[in-house]
């Protein structure tokens, strides 16, 4: 039996940025919250002294352990779907601050045509151009109003940047100056120049000076050690929870992180329609605990939101058949169509990739959001142009051979050695969209060490997918070309999703939206059904930006926040007024 | 330099000392003269030891080290010869075997990575199910390795009556290009999936950090020009020349008290 724990106000499970803000954010108001990490607790000082590419980038240190839990992933509703077995192919944050600590830093706001995606394409084109497979859907709130929240996750996190040519102008400037630039940005910029684009240095959540948040949290600069992505900064100069929302919440003694504290249900009251509390299991003990709260958070990584609500019978399951219900519905992300582009071999040119940051990198808007012209397109949506400069260490780099080396042997040593720092490559950072037939439910076969049913994601490519992949390619190899490459490969469009979570930009399932009959949660992520019940994070979003999903991840868990606040310290009950009532019991 | 550095390789020793490579010797009197004969200073003009390829191209690998998962030394003289063919010595520097690599995977083997234990292994399994699906092997990678190295020696002696490491490199590169294209069975092991682990896990015992076996003398991040560990390029990021450091691992990082 459950021991049952004494009540607090916010149980919030997830350190990452969704729970880290949440957590702080709460915690400053001076409620009692209790968060719930499933992994180890991390400090910094787990990551001072191991700059190790193996342990991280190829044993995935902090990524969970799949030995317990995983998802099955299949392309087709009438398919058996399989267990994703290996991290080499599914790789979710875990451990203190999640995801956000291993994040590469990239930063950019979604674009004011993307939150009002279905509305503003009918507006420019005519509901026609809208395919009749896509869901496509507005989120429930607009740019203007999403404006605040960012800049508040911003300066939270110190993001280093400049002024994107074509994009809104902000508010205030970044707080932070952009990044260096090395000879290869220079390169990509005088090249997408030269074809009339209009290139910037990436926004970026490496510090490029010493910063004191508004949290008064003590951010370092950057070294550019290349240590970045998949590993955990070791000098607080990668913003992320642990240097900044978590350290804030735990300046509070109103807060308490609970560590190894994995989360199996929300504890759930079918009468009152409220939540209760959360079920959790003591990893180190394997003893459970019942903490009950006011009010429940999930701010877990999407695949665990969906998965906890629909454990604990929460929401009305989405399927695929009649097409009725909304959790697991419009799950989406960019999974092996985005990230597609050219690379170049430079003969002539060694460049210094092993030195990099997470965010060092450039980038341009021009083929981004409908900042073009989609008359006669076939697709919706854009993204980024990017040239990243992550620093690059050797098992990384041995990979750059051009696509007709063999992959092993005399021709390939000599080859890899060659060409390991004379390599570049731009990509893509496509939207990605929601389909009738894609959806998340619970896996008739395989389950965790618990005997729970996994996380099932059904997934494949609609047109829109393979379309807008073929585009980037065509457009990033124009400015391979004009970069000089001696050698130019263009990517090749893939012809089905391919069961690889590497990326971790996966989202959707618990969406947003303004209609309960569209989405689970309103603009402030407030469970339709479940006033008490908030469910923060990517697992929120209706299709996916043309962005790496972060800082937008972010600024919604401070809309949360403020959310929590107003149902907890002014009215209770719905926060929203919904479009359409008809589902609310 | 390092090249002037370089050490005096097992294979050298096998020239030199006549051992052969099918030979048993008493360890440790072999492990002794090994030991002190490999961790010598000392120069040798390989040029003109290498004429007889044949014989020494893939035998054996640095003995200064121990195996501890690959129980039979014929089955690890294998996949020595193996990752030799995949990384093999030539101009630019050393090959699998001069690095340690041999060594690297055996320890992989033995370690959380080998034995699946970050990995969801819970059934049903059917490794044939799906070639999209990523890992779907019921056997471990360690298993996945032996079992592959056991079918390499089957197939060199069923097709050519010798031992893999016994054949020469041309013979070799078409045994595994048949692994590769998974035209030969290996139990557990979808089509592909063994060549593919074992070509990945020997570039990684190239390049991976010497603490973790290979890459020995640094000897692979010379040869690909990557520094390892520092605190930070803040200085020399923005250079337009591209800088050769020499390499430093994590022993020399974590030195000192890190």
């Given at each position: ?14 350190t990452?940025?969704a ?35 193996l ?5 995935y ?48 706001r ?60 902000r ?29 910037y240095?990436?926004?970026?959540g ?5 910063y ?8 370092n ?5 290349s ?9 607080d ?29 929300v ?14 299991v003591?990893?180190?003990?394997g ?68 030195m ?140 089905e ?10 989202t959707g ?34 299709q ?42 | ?6 050490k ?11 051992v ?82 041999p ?88 089509g592909?999936?063994?060549?593919s ?12 950090d ?49």
């Amino acid at each position: 039996m459950a021991e049952e724990l004494d009540r607090v106000d916010v149980v919030v499970v997830g350190t990452g940025w969704a729970g880290g803000v949440v957590s702080a954010e709460l915690a400053k108001a001076g409620k009692d919250v209790v968060a719930l990490e499933k992994g180890e607790e991390k400090v910094r000082s787990d990551y001072i002294g191991v700059k190790d590419e193996l342990r991280f980038d190829n044993r995935y240190d902090i990524m969970q352990n799949l030995r317990g839990d995983t998802v099955t992933s299949r392309n087709e509703v009438d398919e058996t779907a399989l267990p994703i077995r290996s991290p080499q192919t599914m790789q979710i944050g875990i451990d203190t601050g999640g995801a956000s600590v291993h994040w590469a830093g990239a930063t950019y706001r979604y674009w004011p045509y993307e939150f009002e995606m279905r509305s503003q394409t009918i507006d420019r084109y005519g509901e026609d151009k809208i395919p009749e497979d896509m869901n496509l859907q507005d989120w429930g709130i607009t740019y203007e109003e999403m404006e605040p929240y960012y800049e508040q996750w911003e300066y939270m996190a110190g993001i280093a940047g400049e002024q994107d040519p074509l994009a809104p102008e902000r508010n205030q400037p970044w707080p932070n100056p952009p990044m260096m630039e090395t000879p290869s940005l220079r390169l990509f910029k005088e090249a997408a120049s030269n074809l009339g684009l209009h290139p910037y240095q990436l926004a970026a959540g490496n510090m490029t000076e010493n910063y004191e948040n508004p949290d008064g949290e003590v951010l370092n600069t950057c070294m550019y050690c290349s240590y970045c992505t998949r590993h955990g900064c070791d000098f607080d100069a990668k913003s992320d929870p642990i240097a900044t929302v978590i350290k804030t919440a735990n300046r509070h003694d109103n807060f308490e992180l609970r560590h190894k504290a994995n989360v199996r249900r929300v504890l759930y009251d079918e009468d009152e329609n409220m939540a209760t509390g959360v079920l959790y299991v003591d990893e180190n003990t394997g003893l459970e605990y019942e903490q009950p709260a006011d009010v429940v958070v999930l701010a877990a990584f999407a695949f665990a939101n969906n998965r906890l609500l629909m454990l604990s019978g929460i929401g009305e399951q989405y399927d695929p058949e009649t097409r009725e219900g909304t959790l697991g519905r419009n799950f989406n992300g960019q999974y092996n169509h985005a990230f597609h582009g050219a690379t170049g071999y430079f003969e002539d040119e060694q460049f210094n990739l092993y030195m990099g940051a997470g965010a060092l990198g450039a980038t341009l808007s021009d083929y981004a959001a409908d900042n073009f012209d989609h008359s006669d397109l076939d697709f919706l949506g854009g993204g980024a142009i990017e040239l990243r400069q992550y620093g690059f260490a050797a098992i990384t780099s041995s990979n750059n051979v051009p696509g007709d080396t063999p992959n092993w042997g005399r021709e390939y040593k000599d080859a890899s050695l060659h060409y390991a720092y004379r390599t570049l490559t731009i990509w893509y950072t496509s939207n990605a969209m929601s389909y009738w037939h894609n959806y998340v439910d619970l896996d008739p076969n395989y389950t965790d060490e618990y005997g729970d049913p996994l996380l099932r994601v059904t997934y494949k490519f609609g047109d829109n997918e393979r379309n807008i992949a073929e585009f980037g390619i065509e457009r990033c190899t124009e400015i391979m070309e004009e970069m000089g490459a001696d050698t130019v490969e263009s990517g090749s469009v893939p012809d089905e999703f391919n069961h690889v979570y590497s990326g971790g930009h996966y989202t959707g399932g618990v969406v947003m939206g303004d209609d309960p009959e569209t989405s689970v949660v309103n603009s402030y992520l407030q469970m339709w059904d479940v006033d008490n019940l908030f469910v923060v994070g990517g697992s929120a979003f209706p299709q996916h930006g043309g962005h790496h999903p972060t800082p937008t991840i972010g600024a919604l868990a401070y809309r949360a926040a403020e959310g929590i606040q107003m149902y907890m310290d002014e009215e209770e009950g719905q926060l929203v007024q919904a479009k359409n009532r008809r589902n609310i019991t | 330099m390092a090249d002037e550095e370089k050490k005096f390789s097992r294979r050298d020793f096998l020239k030199t000392s006549g051992v052969a490579a099918g030979g048993i010797v008493g360890g440790a009197m072999f492990g002794g003269v090994v030991g002190s004969l490999y961790t010598s200073d000392q120069e040798t003009d390989t040029a003109d030891q290498e004429t007889d390829t044949e014989s020494s191209l893939t035998h054996g690998a640095p003995l200064d080290d121990a195996r501890t998962y690959f129980s039979r030394r014929e089955d690890f003289e294998t996949l020595a010869a193996a990752t030799e063919v995949i990384y093999p010595e030539d101009d630019n520097g050393p090959g699998a075997i001069e690095l340690g690599v041999p060594y690297f995977i055996d320890r992989q083997c033995n370690e959380f990575w080998g034995r699946n234990a970050r990995e969801y292994m819970m059934g049903p399994y059917d490794y044939t199910a799906s070639s999209t699906h990523g890992y779907q092997a019921k056997i471990t990678r360690a298993e996945m390795l032996l079992n592959g190295v056991r079918r390499l020696r089957e197939v060199s002696q069923e097709d050519h009556d010798d031992e893999f490491y016994d054949l020469d490199e041309d013979t070799q590169i078409g045994i595994l290009e048949d692994f590769e294209a998974g035209d030969v069975e290996v139990p557990g092991a979808a089509g592909g999936d063994f060549f593919s682990l074992l070509r990945t896990m020997t570039i990684q015992g190239v390049y991976a950090d010497p603490v973790y076996g290979g890459n020995r003398d640094y000897g692979g991040w010379r040869m690909i020009q990557f520094p390892g560990p520092r605190m930070g390029w803040i200085n020399e990021i923005e250079s337009e020349e591209f800088q050769e450091i020499e390499p430093e691992g994590l022993r020399t990082y974590q030195g000192g008290g890190m």
